[in-house]
C-alpha cells in the first residue's frame, strides 16, 4: 500500500516505510542532524523514509510546556530537510486554517489523535491535496476510522494513512489491540503504529507525560507481524534532554539495530 504515498522514495523491497524524526522541531542543527542519521539508516537498509517532526506543540498538560520555536521558522526547517535529503516530511496541524500554510512546506498533514473526529479539520487537510495521516483517537475503535478516511475522501483527496497509537487504559495508561490494524487496512489504505505514543503514561502528576521506550521494539514487532505498512517511531539523540515526549523516544543510536531487526519479521510472514 505505500504505493499510495506522493513522495515517498520507494524500493524494490518489500519493507515497511518509516515516519520517524524528533517530536518536535527544536531548531535548525538537531533537525537536520537527525534526519540525515536516519536518511543514512534507512537508505542502507532499503526502507522509505518521512521525516517527522512537530512545528508546534499545541496539545500540552501545563502552559509552561514547551511549544514551539515559531510556526513560520519551524516549517522552514521541515523544509529544508526535505530539499537537503530528498525525503518527504510530515507535520501536525491543529486548527482548519493551519492547513493551508503548513501545506507550503511538508508533504503529509497529520492529523493529532485527539481531533481526529473534527470534521472541518480533516475537510481543509484534504483539500490542499496533501496525504493526510490520521492518528486514531485514543477513545475510538479501528472500524470507526473508517468515517474519518470517508470524510477526506469525499472532500476529493484519496491520499490517506491511518495511523494506531493505542487505545485509553484507565487515567494513566495505554494498551495497543492490533486487530485494529487489519481492521484499519480494510478500508485500503495504508497503515501505520505509532510506536512510540503507544507507550506513552499520560495525566502524570508532573504535568510531564511518562513512558516505556524499553517496549518499542516489542510493540514494532507486533504491529510488523500482524501487516502494518509503516511504523511511526519519535527519536533523538539526547532523550532525556529533549524539549518534548523525551520520556518515550527512542534513542536514536538504537535505530539502526531495531530496523534490522523488524525487516527479519517482515521477510518472514511476506
Not at 10 to 33: D, K, Q, V, Y
Not at 142 to 169: E, H
Request: include cysteine.
Amino acid at each position: 500500500m505505500i504505493d499510495q504515498i506522493p513522495g515517498i522514495r520507494h524500493t524494490e523491497s518489500s519493507n515497511f516505510f518509516l515516519m520517524a524524526g524528533p517530536c518536535a522541531i527544536e531548531g535548525e542543527e538537531m533537525a537536520l542532524r537527525i534526519a540525515e542519521r536516519i536518511v543514512s539508516v534507512t537508505d542502507k537498509l532499503k526502507v522509505p523514509f518521512i521525516f517527522k517532526g512537530s512545528y508546534r506543540k499545541a496539545n500540552r498538560s501545563r502552559l509552561d510546556s514547551f511549544s514551539g520555536i515559531g510556526d513560520e521558522k519551524a516549517l522552514k526547517i521541515l523544509a529544508k530537510v526535505s530539499s537537503e535529503f530528498g525525503v518527504p516530511t510530515v507535520t501536525d496541524i491543529h486548527e482548519s486554517h493551519e492547513a493551508a500554510m503548513a501545506a507550503c512546506y511538508v508533504d503529509v498533514l497529520q492529523i493529532p489523535a485527539f481531533l481526529c473526529r473534527q470534521t472541518d479539520l480533516l475537510v481543509a487537510a484534504a483539500k490542499t491535496g496533501k496525504v493526510v495521516n490520521i492518528k486514531k483517537g485514543q477513545f475510538l475503535s479501528a472500524s470507526s476510522m473508517g468515517f474519518a478516511v470517508g470524510k477526506v475522501k469525499a472532500s476529493g483527496n484519496p491520499n490517506v494513512i491511518l495511523t494506531d497509537r493505542g487505545n485509553t487504559f484507565g487515567y494513566q495508561d495505554l494498551i495497543v489491540d492490533f486487530r485494529g490494524i487489519p481492521v484499519m487496512r480494510s478500508f485500503g489504505v495504508p497503515v501505520v503504529m505509532d510506536c512510540t505514543h503507544s507507550l506513552q503514561q499520560p495525566n502524570q502528576a508532573s504535568g510531564v507525560t511518562g513512558g516505556i521506550p524499553a517496549l518499542i521494539e516489542t510493540i514494532a514487532k507486533a504491529a510488523i507481524a500482524v501487516g502494518a505498512d509503516g511504523l511511526f517511531i519519535e527519536t533523538h539523540h539526547d532523550p532525556q534532554n529533549a524539549k518534548s515526549d523525551g520520556a518515550n523516544m527512542l534513542h536514536l543510536d538504537a535505530l539502526e539495530s531495531l530496523l534490522e531487526k523488524l525487516i527479519r519479521v517482515r521477510q518472514a510472514i511476506v
